[in-house]
């Protein structure tokens, strides 16, 4: 009766915008895998497992039925099918033992295919992605741990970690005192004989407590440092890491965040004393790179389910998709959903030549990705609000899948640091790195000429960073800038005219209103909308 069929059976990687993407970021060899990835996560039952997911949430266990502290977190079989396909597939820390150029490109494709599916259990996978450059700074532990970080085999359970098939990886930055503010980090390190330190404190959130290994930041006699800390040690003795309790979220539900305590902590350093943020920093831009691959993801997903909605819910005389007004929002949001897109698989582009040695990819990323952090995960909440307006009533219910969605839209853009640590961090980037702000205009300048609104916009963005040395007031405005200028020479380049026309005249241009679906007159709609649909 005017309902629309469960959106099932598709392929969530006929997506045009990140197949064009994944080509021309130098990945174009793993099509096929992103393919079956997306057939995979299209099935009714990869959405059951979502949804089981998060309706039977962790379950903290912290003494056994002797008294004796365990400190386990219980999950359902859901999670663990789904953390399983996200290892098996190399969307964990494979890339990092894979030699194909275009393995960094790969891995966020798929990621981003994966996600769309359940975000949640996507937060260990990308710890463990980010961990291994990080604690390549102690070459003796990367030689132990590293080959089981890579490993594509999901083996859960807390157990002596060179006994396990596969390891997963999480950190503990935060505490209570200080959030973002880590170098005002209280937690305690102590040199031990044996040279390993003994850690004192607690951590305000840590994510995915049943990871096997964790980075941590503490205070050793020579500043703040980071740690490898274990949750068993070698030999099999459980390493003390009291979780005292799991975090009540607004979303994120089928992921456990925790608040553990350190009490004669067994850590190794990594990296040197005193040198704790340098060193961890490594392990934040991998996890800030994902935030813009999990929120362009996210975005993508709502956009789906609007269109599917659309093309086959009747109102007023017809199809919805058919009403003009209806397809310039869904339009809109594609233009949005596409700029993110082609900004998150160009990150992962600069990180992938970055890591192979290519120096101006990485001074690019370094300023670029926190650009990309602070305005695509921004845009997330009001992508996917709008498209579950288009859904009305049927997009506030559970069963549409869109709540979840709704519910875990803002977290990118707090994880790894909000809106103000991320614009701040450009800012410092620009300061101490020159170079990367060359690498940045450079990128933005191959569109120079092309379109007469970019360039008027990159003229705009030249003004505000030379107003003078105290920006600070200033960094979100010029951080925004940014972002939309680079989405806007991407698309320019690389993305079908009737994209890049829509994008620079509305979010250059100045032709757009406050909210959704004012596109100008003169955009194809419809071209776009049909762009945006699963081929």
Same mark, same amino acid.
């Given at each position: 009766?005017?309902?629309?069929?469960?959106?099932?059976?598709?392929?969530?990687?006929?997506?045009?915008?990140?197949?064009?993407?994944?080509?021309?970021?130098?990945?174009?060899?793993?099509?096929?895998?992103?393919?079956?990835?997306?057939?995979?996560?299209?099935?009714?039952?990869?959405?059951?497992?979502?949804?089981?997911?998060?309706?039977?949430?962790?379950?903290?266990?912290?003494?056994?039925?002797?008294?004796?502290? *365990?400190?386990?977190?219980?999950?359902?079989?859901?999670?663990?099918?789904?953390?399983?396909?996200?290892?098996?597939?190399?969307?964990?820390?494979?890339?990092?033992?894979?030699?194909?150029?275009?393995?960094?490109?790969?891995?966020?494709?798929?990621?981003?295919?994966?996600?769309?599916?359940?975000?949640?259990?996507?937060?260990?996978?990308?710890?463990?992605?980010?961990?291994?450059?990080?604690?390549?700074?102690?070459?003796?532990?990367?030689?132990?741990?590293?080959?089981?970080?890579?490993?594509?085999?999901?083996?859960?359970?807390?157990?002596?970690?060179?006994?396990?098939?596969?390891?997963?990886?999480?950190?503990?930055?935060?505490?209570?005192?200080?959030?973002?503010?880590?170098?005002?980090?209280?937690?305690?390190?102590?040199?031990?004989?044996?040279?390993?330190?003994?850690?004192?404190?607690?951590?305000?959130?840590?994510?995915?407590?049943?990871?096997?290994?964790?980075?941590?930041?503490?205070?050793?006699?020579?500043?703040?440092?980071?740690?490898?800390?274990?949750?068993?040690?070698?030999?099999?003795?459980?390493?003390?890491?009291?979780?005292?309790?799991?975090?009540?979220?607004?979303?994120?539900?089928?992921?456990?965040?925790?608040?553990?305590?350190?009490?004669?902590?067994?850590?190794?350093?990594?990296?040197?004393?005193?040198?704790?943020?340098?060193?961890?920093?490594?392990?934040?831009?991998?996890?800030?790179?994902?935030? *813009?691959?999990?929120?362009?993801?996210?975005?993508?997903?709502?956009?789906?389910?609007?269109?599917?909605?659309?093309?086959?819910?009747?109102?007023?005389?017809?199809?919805?998709?058919?009403?003009?007004?209806?397809?310039?929002?869904?339009?809109?949001?594609?233009?949005?959903?596409?700029?993110?897109?082609?900004?998150?698989?160009?990150?992962?582009?600069? *990180?992938?030549?970055?890591?192979?040695?290519?120096?101006?990819?990485?001074?690019?990323?370094?300023?670029?990705?926190?650009?990309?952090?602070?305005?695509?995960?921004?845009?997330?909440?009001?992508?996917?609000?709008?498209?579950?307006?288009?859904?009305?009533?049927?997009?506030?219910?559970?069963?549409?899948?869109?709540?979840?969605?709704?519910?875990?839209?803002?977290?990118?853009?707090?994880?790894?640091?909000?809106?103000?640590?991320?614009?701040?961090?450009?800012?410092?980037?620009?300061?101490?790195?020159?170079?990367?702000?060359?690498?940045?205009?450079?990128?933005?300048?191959?569109?120079?000429?092309?379109?007469?609104?970019?360039?008027?916009?990159?003229?705009?963005?030249?003004?505000?960073?030379?107003?003078?040395?105290?920006?600070?007031?200033?960094?979100?405005?010029?951080?925004?800038?940014?972002?939309?200028?680079?989405?806007?020479?991407?698309?320019?380049?690389?993305?079908?005219?009737?994209?890049?026309?829509?994008?620079?005249?509305?979010?250059?241009?100045?032709?757009?209103?406050?909210?959704?679906?004012?596109?100008?007159?003169?955009?194809?709609?419809?071209?776009?909308?049909?762009?945006?649909?699963?081929?």
């Amino acid at each position: 009766m005017n309902q629309p069929p469960p959106l099932a059976g598709h392929d969530i990687a006929a997506d045009a915008a990140l197949l064009e993407g994944v080509a021309r970021e130098g990945a174009g060899w793993a099509a096929d895998d992103l393919h079956r990835l997306g057939k995979l996560g299209g099935q009714p039952e990869a959405q059951r497992w979502a949804d089981d997911a998060n309706r039977h949430e962790p379950r903290l266990l912290t003494h056994d039925r002797y008294g004796n502290r *365990v400190d386990e977190v219980e999950f359902h079989p859901a999670w663990h099918r789904l953390m399983d396909v996200a290892v098996g597939e190399g969307l964990a820390a494979a890339p990092w033992a894979d030699q194909r150029a275009g393995a960094h490109v790969a891995r966020a494709a798929g990621l981003f295919t994966w996600s769309q599916v359940e975000a949640g259990h996507s937060c260990p996978i990308s710890m463990t992605y980010a961990v291994v450059p990080a604690l390549r700074n102690a070459p003796e532990l990367a030689a132990v741990y590293e080959p089981l970080l890579t490993a594509r085999a999901y083996d859960p359970g807390l157990r002596d970690p060179g006994t396990k098939r596969g390891l997963l990886a999480g950190m503990g930055m935060t505490e209570k005192q200080g959030g973002s503010d880590v170098r005002a980090n209280s937690t305690t390190a102590t040199p031990a004989a044996d040279g390993s330190y003994r850690l004192r404190g607690h951590k305000w959130f840590t994510s995915a407590p049943m990871c096997d290994l964790f980075l941590v930041l503490a205070q050793a006699p020579a500043g703040l440092s980071c740690f490898l800390v274990p949750r068993v040690l070698p030999g099999g003795e459980r390493n003390t890491f009291r979780i005292q309790r799991l975090k009540d979220k607004l979303g994120n539900r089928s992921n456990a965040s925790s608040e553990p305590e350190f009490d004669d902590t067994v850590g190794w350093l990594v990296g040197d004393e005193g040198q704790g943020v340098r060193t961890i920093i490594e392990m934040v831009a991998m996890t800030r790179l994902d935030c *813009v691959t999990g929120s362009a993801s996210g975005m993508r997903g709502a956009l789906v389910q609007a269109v599917h909605h659309a093309r086959y819910r009747s109102a007023f005389g017809g199809p919805l998709i058919g009403k003009p007004l209806m397809r310039n929002v869904l339009a809109d949001l594609a233009v949005e959903s596409e700029a993110a897109t082609a900004l998150a698989l160009r990150l992962a582009g600069a *990180v992938d030549r970055g890591v192979r040695g290519d120096a101006n990819e990485r001074a690019f990323g370094r300023l670029a990705i926190a650009v990309g952090k602070f305005w695509v995960c921004k845009r997330q909440p009001a992508v996917v609000a709008e498209a579950l307006e288009c859904l009305g009533g049927n997009g506030y219910v559970e069963d549409s899948g869109l709540p979840r969605l709704y519910r875990d839209a803002p977290l990118n853009s707090i994880w790894e640091g909000s809106g103000n640590v991320q614009a701040l961090d450009v800012l410092r980037a620009m300061r101490r790195d020159p170079g990367s702000l060359d690498a940045f205009r450079a990128e933005v300048a191959l569109a120079a000429g092309a379109d007469g609104r970019l360039d008027t916009a990159t003229a705009k963005l030249t003004a505000l960073l030379g107003d003078g040395d105290d920006l600070e007031s200033d960094a979100r405005r010029i951080v925004e800038q940014m972002a939309v200028v680079l989405q806007g020479s991407l698309l320019v380049r690389h993305a079908p005219a009737v994209v890049a026309d829509a994008f620079c005249a509305s979010r250059l241009g100045g032709d757009w209103g406050h909210t959704f679906g004012t596109l100008p007159r003169g955009v194809d709609t419809a071209a776009l909308v049909d762009r945006a649909w699963p081929a």
